[in-house]
Protein backbone atom coordinates (compact mmCIF):
# COMPACT_ATOMS: atom_id res chain seq x y z
CA UNK A 1 0.00 0.00 0.00
CA UNK A 2 1.12 3.48 -1.38
CA UNK A 3 2.69 5.74 1.99
CA UNK A 4 0.73 8.52 2.98
CA UNK A 5 1.79 11.79 2.04
CA UNK A 6 2.51 13.96 5.27
CA UNK A 7 0.41 16.97 4.29
CA UNK A 8 -2.66 14.66 4.36
CA UNK A 9 -2.62 14.85 8.03
CA UNK A 10 -4.35 17.75 8.65
CA UNK A 11 -5.83 18.22 5.33
CA UNK A 12 -9.02 17.43 6.93
CA UNK A 13 -8.70 18.27 10.81
CA UNK A 14 -10.88 20.73 10.86
CA UNK A 15 -14.02 17.93 9.85
CA UNK A 16 -13.37 16.25 13.29
CA UNK A 17 -13.79 19.82 15.31
CA UNK A 18 -17.17 19.77 13.50
CA UNK A 19 -18.42 16.19 14.09
CA UNK A 20 -16.55 16.78 17.68
CA UNK A 21 -19.22 20.15 18.56
CA UNK A 22 -22.50 18.52 17.65
CA UNK A 23 -22.53 16.42 20.96
CA UNK A 24 -23.25 19.10 23.76
CA UNK A 25 -26.38 18.59 23.07
CA UNK A 26 -28.05 18.15 27.23
CA UNK A 27 -28.95 13.77 27.03
CA UNK A 28 -32.16 12.93 27.34
CA UNK A 29 -32.94 11.00 30.93
CA UNK A 30 -36.48 12.36 32.60
CA UNK A 31 -39.19 10.31 33.35
CA UNK A 32 -41.08 11.53 31.21
CA UNK A 33 -39.08 10.30 28.41
CA UNK A 34 -38.73 6.99 29.63
CA UNK A 35 -42.25 6.69 29.75
CA UNK A 36 -42.33 7.27 26.15
CA UNK A 37 -39.54 4.13 25.27
CA UNK A 38 -40.52 2.63 22.09
CA UNK A 39 -41.98 -1.07 21.97
CA UNK A 40 -39.84 -2.43 18.93
CA UNK A 41 -41.27 -5.57 18.21
CA UNK A 42 -38.26 -6.88 15.71
CA UNK A 43 -34.92 -5.15 14.29
CA UNK A 44 -33.73 -5.94 10.58
CA UNK A 45 -30.22 -5.19 10.32
CA UNK A 46 -27.81 -4.16 7.33
CA UNK A 47 -24.01 -3.58 7.88
CA UNK A 48 -20.57 -5.79 7.55
CA UNK A 49 -18.69 -7.99 9.94
CA UNK A 50 -19.07 -5.39 13.10
CA UNK A 51 -23.03 -6.55 12.97
CA UNK A 52 -22.95 -10.12 10.91
CA UNK A 53 -24.54 -12.43 13.05
CA UNK A 54 -23.48 -15.44 10.83
CA UNK A 55 -23.83 -14.41 7.34
CA UNK A 56 -20.79 -14.86 5.82
CA UNK A 57 -20.14 -17.96 7.62
CA UNK A 58 -23.23 -19.51 6.63
CA UNK A 59 -23.02 -18.71 2.76
CA UNK A 60 -18.89 -18.78 2.23
CA UNK A 61 -16.09 -19.46 4.85
CA UNK A 62 -17.11 -20.83 8.23
CA UNK A 63 -15.54 -19.04 11.45
CA UNK A 64 -13.59 -21.18 13.53
CA UNK A 65 -12.77 -21.66 17.27
CA UNK A 66 -11.65 -19.53 19.33
CA UNK A 67 -14.94 -17.03 18.09
CA UNK A 68 -17.51 -17.48 20.45
CA UNK A 69 -15.24 -18.82 23.14
CA UNK A 70 -16.74 -15.98 25.84
CA UNK A 71 -19.65 -16.13 24.98
CA UNK A 72 -21.49 -19.15 23.36
CA UNK A 73 -18.76 -21.18 24.03
CA UNK A 74 -18.72 -22.29 20.53
CA UNK A 75 -18.55 -20.34 17.22
CA UNK A 76 -21.25 -18.32 16.24
CA UNK A 77 -20.85 -16.66 13.41
CA UNK A 78 -19.99 -13.63 14.86
CA UNK A 79 -16.23 -11.80 14.55
CA UNK A 80 -15.67 -11.65 18.19
CA UNK A 81 -15.44 -13.90 21.26
CA UNK A 82 -18.82 -13.43 21.79
CA UNK A 83 -21.65 -10.71 21.31
CA UNK A 84 -21.71 -7.78 19.54
CA UNK A 85 -23.42 -4.19 19.69
CA UNK A 86 -26.60 -5.51 17.84
CA UNK A 87 -26.65 -8.61 20.15
CA UNK A 88 -26.72 -5.98 22.95
CA UNK A 89 -29.05 -3.89 21.32
CA UNK A 90 -31.42 -6.71 21.14
CA UNK A 91 -30.98 -8.01 24.36
CA UNK A 92 -31.76 -4.48 25.80
CA UNK A 93 -35.03 -4.67 23.84
CA UNK A 94 -36.08 -8.09 25.46
CA UNK A 95 -35.50 -9.89 21.35
CA UNK A 96 -34.18 -12.97 20.34
CA UNK A 97 -30.59 -12.53 19.38
CA UNK A 98 -31.26 -11.67 14.86
CA UNK A 99 -30.90 -14.91 12.99
CA UNK A 100 -29.22 -14.32 9.29
CA UNK A 101 -31.22 -14.04 6.47
CA UNK A 102 -28.45 -16.47 5.07
CA UNK A 103 -28.48 -19.00 7.49
CA UNK A 104 -30.91 -21.96 6.78
CA UNK A 105 -30.57 -23.94 9.87
CA UNK A 106 -32.43 -23.37 12.95
CA UNK A 107 -33.12 -19.88 12.43
CA UNK A 108 -36.09 -17.90 13.38
CA UNK A 109 -37.25 -14.54 12.00
CA UNK A 110 -39.96 -13.50 13.92
CA UNK A 111 -38.61 -10.62 15.66
CA UNK A 112 -36.41 -9.38 12.54
CA UNK A 113 -33.51 -10.32 10.73
CA UNK A 114 -29.85 -9.26 9.97
CA UNK A 115 -28.98 -9.24 6.26
CA UNK A 116 -25.28 -7.71 7.32
CA UNK A 117 -22.03 -9.81 6.21
CA UNK A 118 -18.71 -10.04 7.72
CA UNK A 119 -17.07 -7.41 4.28
CA UNK A 120 -19.70 -5.83 2.98
CA UNK A 121 -19.60 -2.76 1.87
CA UNK A 122 -21.53 0.08 0.31
CA UNK A 123 -21.18 0.32 -3.20
CA UNK A 124 -20.22 -3.10 -5.60
CA UNK A 125 -16.32 -3.99 -4.66
CA UNK A 126 -13.90 -4.57 -6.91
CA UNK A 127 -13.00 -8.05 -5.72
CA UNK A 128 -15.35 -10.41 -4.50
CA UNK A 129 -15.19 -13.24 -2.26
CA UNK A 130 -14.54 -16.03 -3.20
CA UNK A 131 -11.17 -15.27 -4.65
CA UNK A 132 -7.06 -16.06 -4.95
CA UNK A 133 -6.28 -12.50 -5.12
CA UNK A 134 -5.02 -11.86 -1.96
CA UNK A 135 -8.04 -9.85 -0.29
CA UNK A 136 -12.11 -9.85 -1.11
CA UNK A 137 -15.03 -8.65 -0.12
CA UNK A 138 -18.63 -10.32 0.84
CA UNK A 139 -20.78 -10.14 -2.84
CA UNK A 140 -23.64 -8.99 -0.91
CA UNK A 141 -22.62 -5.20 -0.38
CA UNK A 142 -25.88 -2.93 0.18
CA UNK A 143 -27.99 -2.89 -2.58
CA UNK A 144 -28.09 -6.94 -2.22
CA UNK A 145 -28.97 -6.72 0.94
CA UNK A 146 -31.91 -4.24 0.30
CA UNK A 147 -32.83 -6.86 -2.60
CA UNK A 148 -32.55 -9.43 0.21
CA UNK A 149 -34.79 -7.52 2.31
CA UNK A 150 -37.95 -6.89 0.11
CA UNK A 151 -37.70 -10.46 -0.93
CA UNK A 152 -38.05 -11.28 2.80
CA UNK A 153 -40.57 -9.40 3.67
CA UNK A 154 -43.09 -10.53 1.01
CA UNK A 155 -41.93 -14.15 1.53
CA UNK A 156 -42.33 -13.84 5.14
CA UNK A 157 -46.04 -13.04 4.09
CA UNK A 158 -46.55 -15.29 2.20
CA UNK A 159 -45.64 -18.09 4.51
CA UNK A 160 -47.62 -16.57 7.60
CA UNK A 161 -50.82 -16.67 5.23
CA UNK A 162 -50.18 -20.51 4.41
CA UNK A 163 -50.06 -21.08 8.08
CA UNK A 164 -47.97 -24.58 8.75
CA UNK A 165 -45.22 -24.93 11.21
CA UNK A 166 -43.07 -22.36 9.16
CA UNK A 167 -45.67 -19.45 10.02
CA UNK A 168 -44.58 -18.84 13.45
CA UNK A 169 -41.17 -18.24 12.11
CA UNK A 170 -42.17 -15.20 10.64
CA UNK A 171 -42.54 -11.26 11.70
CA UNK A 172 -46.13 -10.32 11.76
CA UNK A 173 -47.22 -7.85 8.94
CA UNK A 174 -47.06 -4.51 11.13
CA UNK A 175 -43.41 -5.52 12.36
CA UNK A 176 -41.85 -4.02 9.23
CA UNK A 177 -43.12 -0.52 9.79
CA UNK A 178 -42.94 -0.80 13.98
CA UNK A 179 -39.11 -2.26 13.26
CA UNK A 180 -35.93 -0.82 14.10
CA UNK A 181 -33.54 -0.37 11.43
CA UNK A 182 -30.08 -0.17 11.99
CA UNK A 183 -26.98 0.32 9.75
CA UNK A 184 -23.59 -0.03 10.64
CA UNK A 185 -21.48 -0.37 6.96
CA UNK A 186 -18.83 2.02 4.87
CA UNK A 187 -15.73 0.73 6.79
CA UNK A 188 -15.01 -1.54 4.00
CA UNK A 189 -15.53 0.55 1.42
CA UNK A 190 -12.06 2.60 1.93
CA UNK A 191 -9.91 -0.40 3.09
CA UNK A 192 -10.74 -1.70 -0.07
CA UNK A 193 -9.78 1.37 -1.65
CA UNK A 194 -6.44 1.94 0.44
CA UNK A 195 -5.67 -1.68 0.16
CA UNK A 196 -5.79 -1.38 -3.52
CA UNK A 197 -3.46 1.37 -3.22
CA UNK A 198 -5.58 4.04 -4.65
CA UNK A 199 -4.64 7.87 -4.05
CA UNK A 200 -5.45 9.18 -1.17
CA UNK A 201 -7.02 12.00 -2.87
CA UNK A 202 -9.46 9.53 -4.91
CA UNK A 203 -10.40 7.94 -2.09
CA UNK A 204 -11.67 11.21 -0.53
CA UNK A 205 -13.37 12.10 -4.22
CA UNK A 206 -15.39 9.34 -3.46
CA UNK A 207 -17.00 9.73 -0.68
CA UNK A 208 -19.82 11.58 -2.18
CA UNK A 209 -21.40 8.68 -4.26
CA UNK A 210 -20.75 5.76 -1.42
CA UNK A 211 -23.21 8.33 1.04
CA UNK A 212 -25.62 8.62 -2.27
CA UNK A 213 -25.26 4.74 -2.78
CA UNK A 214 -26.06 4.62 1.49
CA UNK A 215 -29.06 7.39 1.11
CA UNK A 216 -30.88 5.32 -1.89
CA UNK A 217 -31.18 2.34 0.06
CA UNK A 218 -32.62 3.70 3.23
CA UNK A 219 -34.90 5.77 1.05
CA UNK A 220 -35.64 2.47 -0.31
CA UNK A 221 -36.86 0.87 2.91
CA UNK A 222 -38.74 4.01 3.94
CA UNK A 223 -40.72 3.45 0.79
CA UNK A 224 -41.08 -0.03 1.97
CA UNK A 225 -42.55 1.29 4.71
CA UNK A 226 -39.96 2.01 7.26
CA UNK A 227 -39.80 4.17 9.42
CA UNK A 228 -36.79 4.19 12.86
CA UNK A 229 -33.84 4.36 11.52
CA UNK A 230 -30.60 4.21 13.53
CA UNK A 231 -27.26 4.60 11.86
CA UNK A 232 -23.88 4.29 13.27
CA UNK A 233 -20.93 5.84 11.88
CA UNK A 234 -17.91 4.09 10.75
CA UNK A 235 -15.02 3.49 13.42
CA UNK A 236 -11.36 4.81 13.38
CA UNK A 237 -9.86 2.84 10.35
CA UNK A 238 -6.19 4.09 11.57
CA UNK A 239 -6.16 2.44 14.57
CA UNK A 240 -7.23 -1.55 13.50
CA UNK A 241 -4.14 -3.99 13.44
CA UNK A 242 -4.89 -5.02 9.94
CA UNK A 243 -4.20 -1.81 8.63
CA UNK A 244 -0.72 -1.78 10.14
CA UNK A 245 0.04 -5.15 8.81
CA UNK A 246 -0.80 -3.68 5.19
CA UNK A 247 0.98 -0.04 5.58
CA UNK A 248 3.73 0.26 7.74
CA UNK A 249 3.58 4.01 8.76
CA UNK A 250 5.93 6.19 9.63
CA UNK A 251 6.03 7.57 13.44
CA UNK A 252 5.57 10.94 11.99
CA UNK A 253 1.43 9.47 10.50
CA UNK A 254 0.77 7.99 13.99
CA UNK A 255 -1.09 9.89 16.73
CA UNK A 256 -0.49 9.98 20.66
CA UNK A 257 -3.04 7.02 19.81
CA UNK A 258 -0.65 4.75 18.16
CA UNK A 259 -3.11 5.07 15.25
CA UNK A 260 -2.29 6.16 11.78
CA UNK A 261 -4.06 10.16 11.66
CA UNK A 262 -4.53 9.99 7.47
CA UNK A 263 -6.79 7.02 7.87
CA UNK A 264 -8.23 8.13 10.72
CA UNK A 265 -9.12 11.40 9.45
CA UNK A 266 -10.99 9.43 5.95
CA UNK A 267 -13.08 7.91 8.22
CA UNK A 268 -14.38 11.08 9.98
CA UNK A 269 -14.78 13.14 6.87
CA UNK A 270 -17.12 10.19 5.50
CA UNK A 271 -18.88 10.31 9.10
CA UNK A 272 -19.32 14.57 8.44
CA UNK A 273 -21.18 13.45 5.20
CA UNK A 274 -22.95 10.79 6.44
CA UNK A 275 -24.16 13.34 9.01
CA UNK A 276 -25.21 15.67 6.66
CA UNK A 277 -26.97 13.11 4.40
CA UNK A 278 -28.89 11.74 7.63
CA UNK A 279 -29.83 15.82 7.87
CA UNK A 280 -31.21 15.94 4.43
CA UNK A 281 -33.04 12.22 5.05
CA UNK A 282 -35.06 13.51 7.84
CA UNK A 283 -36.28 16.22 5.96
CA UNK A 284 -37.40 14.97 3.10
CA UNK A 285 -39.45 12.19 5.33
CA UNK A 286 -40.75 14.08 8.56
CA UNK A 287 -42.88 11.36 9.43
CA UNK A 288 -39.78 9.11 10.10
CA UNK A 289 -37.27 8.97 12.60
CA UNK A 290 -33.53 8.81 11.71
CA UNK A 291 -30.91 8.76 14.47
CA UNK A 292 -27.11 9.34 13.87
CA UNK A 293 -24.84 7.46 16.43
CA UNK A 294 -21.40 8.26 16.82
CA UNK A 295 -19.69 5.17 17.65
CA UNK A 296 -16.33 6.49 16.23
CA UNK A 297 -15.90 9.00 19.01
CA UNK A 298 -16.23 5.82 21.74
CA UNK A 299 -14.26 3.20 19.75
CA UNK A 300 -11.53 5.90 19.37
CA UNK A 301 -11.25 6.74 23.48
CA UNK A 302 -10.71 3.22 24.01
CA UNK A 303 -7.61 3.31 21.58
CA UNK A 304 -6.55 6.81 23.47
CA UNK A 305 -7.44 5.88 27.09
CA UNK A 306 -7.69 2.39 27.30
CA UNK A 307 -6.48 2.12 31.11
CA UNK A 308 -8.93 4.57 31.94
CA UNK A 309 -11.98 2.26 30.94
CA UNK A 310 -10.65 -1.31 32.16
CA UNK A 311 -8.62 -1.86 29.28
CA UNK A 312 -5.03 -2.60 28.25
CA UNK A 313 -2.45 -3.19 24.67
CA UNK A 314 -5.84 -1.53 22.69
CA UNK A 315 -3.84 -2.18 19.46
CA UNK A 316 -2.51 -5.54 19.92
CA UNK A 317 -4.52 -8.21 18.83
CA UNK A 318 -6.32 -10.99 21.96
CA UNK A 319 -6.42 -13.50 19.08
CA UNK A 320 -3.65 -13.99 16.42
CA UNK A 321 0.25 -14.16 15.43
CA UNK A 322 2.88 -12.40 15.05
CA UNK A 323 3.09 -9.70 12.60
CA UNK A 324 4.99 -6.46 12.75
CA UNK A 325 5.56 -4.37 15.68
CA UNK A 326 3.81 -6.61 18.10
CA UNK A 327 0.59 -6.39 17.43
CA UNK A 328 -0.03 -10.16 17.36
CA UNK A 329 -1.55 -9.56 13.76
CA UNK A 330 -0.12 -11.55 10.63
CA UNK A 331 -1.85 -12.06 6.84
CA UNK A 332 0.03 -15.23 6.82
CA UNK A 333 -2.02 -16.81 10.07
CA UNK A 334 -5.27 -15.18 10.87
CA UNK A 335 -7.00 -15.78 14.37
CA UNK A 336 -8.78 -19.18 13.15
CA UNK A 337 -7.27 -20.27 10.55
CA UNK A 338 -3.98 -22.05 9.58
CA UNK A 339 -1.48 -20.49 7.72
CA UNK A 340 2.59 -20.92 7.05
CA UNK A 341 5.16 -19.42 8.82
CA UNK A 342 8.48 -19.33 7.88
CA UNK A 343 7.42 -22.39 6.21
CA UNK A 344 6.02 -24.21 9.31
CA UNK A 345 2.20 -24.48 8.86
CA UNK A 346 0.20 -23.39 12.18
CA UNK A 347 -3.35 -23.41 13.54
CA UNK A 348 -3.93 -19.81 15.08
CA UNK A 349 -6.70 -21.55 17.47
CA UNK A 350 -6.12 -20.05 20.68
CA UNK A 351 -6.26 -16.16 22.46
CA UNK A 352 -5.13 -13.97 25.15
CA UNK A 353 -5.62 -14.94 28.64
CA UNK A 354 -7.87 -12.20 29.63
CA UNK A 355 -10.13 -11.04 26.48
CA UNK A 356 -12.17 -9.48 28.33
CA UNK A 357 -9.19 -6.50 29.21
CA UNK A 358 -8.63 -6.58 25.35
CA UNK A 359 -10.16 -3.75 22.64
CA UNK A 360 -9.53 -5.55 19.59
CA UNK A 361 -10.11 -9.17 19.29
CA UNK A 362 -8.27 -10.10 16.43
CA UNK A 363 -6.83 -6.74 14.78
CA UNK A 364 -9.53 -6.39 12.90
CA UNK A 365 -12.86 -6.37 14.97
CA UNK A 366 -13.96 -5.77 18.24
CA UNK A 367 -13.74 -7.75 22.06
CA UNK A 368 -17.18 -8.59 23.83
CA UNK A 369 -16.02 -6.33 26.20
CA UNK A 370 -15.43 -3.57 24.17
CA UNK A 371 -18.94 -4.38 21.99
CA UNK A 372 -19.84 -3.79 25.54
CA UNK A 373 -18.47 -0.76 26.66
CA UNK A 374 -19.63 0.37 23.21
CA UNK A 375 -22.96 -0.31 23.63
CA UNK A 376 -23.61 1.01 27.02
CA UNK A 377 -22.02 4.43 25.95
CA UNK A 378 -24.49 4.39 23.32
CA UNK A 379 -27.12 3.84 25.47
CA UNK A 380 -26.58 6.68 27.53
CA UNK A 381 -27.82 9.09 24.33
CA UNK A 382 -24.85 11.56 24.63
CA UNK A 383 -23.35 10.10 21.69
CA UNK A 384 -26.41 10.20 19.52
CA UNK A 385 -28.18 12.85 17.17
CA UNK A 386 -30.60 13.51 18.23
CA UNK A 387 -29.46 12.98 21.91
CA UNK A 388 -31.54 9.51 22.77
CA UNK A 389 -30.75 5.69 23.63
CA UNK A 390 -31.83 2.82 21.05
CA UNK A 391 -34.97 2.37 22.88
CA UNK A 392 -36.26 6.31 22.04
CA UNK A 393 -35.26 5.83 18.24
CA UNK A 394 -39.19 5.83 17.56
CA UNK A 395 -39.47 9.40 18.15
CA UNK A 396 -39.10 12.40 15.68
CA UNK A 397 -36.98 15.57 16.62
CA UNK A 398 -40.79 17.41 17.04
CA UNK A 399 -41.53 14.57 18.94
CA UNK A 400 -38.90 14.54 21.62
CA UNK A 401 -39.32 18.27 21.66
CA UNK A 402 -42.39 17.87 22.42
CA UNK A 403 -41.87 15.23 25.35
CA UNK A 404 -39.06 17.87 26.56
CA UNK A 405 -41.37 20.34 27.44
CA UNK A 406 -44.03 18.17 29.05
CA UNK A 407 -41.36 16.68 30.94
CA UNK A 408 -40.27 20.42 31.91
CA UNK A 409 -44.06 21.03 32.80
CA UNK A 410 -43.85 18.07 34.64
CA UNK A 411 -40.91 18.96 36.79
CA UNK A 412 -42.11 21.98 37.82
Known amino acids: M ?62 NWPYGQTYFHVPAGRFSDGRLIIDFIAESFGLPYLSAYLDSVGTNFSHGANFATGGSTIRVPDRILPTNEGFGFSPFYLDIQLSQFMLFKSRSQMIRQRGGIYASLMPQEEYFSQA ?63 VFSYSPSAPALKDSAGCVKPYNELAQYFNLKLKEAVVQLRK ?18 LFKEPEKYGFELPLVA ?24 NGTKIVVDSSCDRPSARVSWDGVHFTEAANKFIFDQISTGDFSDPPIPPNMACHREGQLKALGQNALVNIS
Open 2 to 63: QQLPSNSISLFCFFCMLLSSSYAKPRISSPAFAANSCNFPAIFNFGDSNSDTGGISAALYPI
Open 180 to 242: LYTFDIGQNDFTADLFADMPIEKIYASVPDVINSFAYNVKSIYNSGGRSFWIHNTGPLGCYAF
Open 284 to 301: AFPSAAFTYVDVYSIKYS
Open 318 to 341: CCGYGGIDKYNFSLNAVCGASGLV
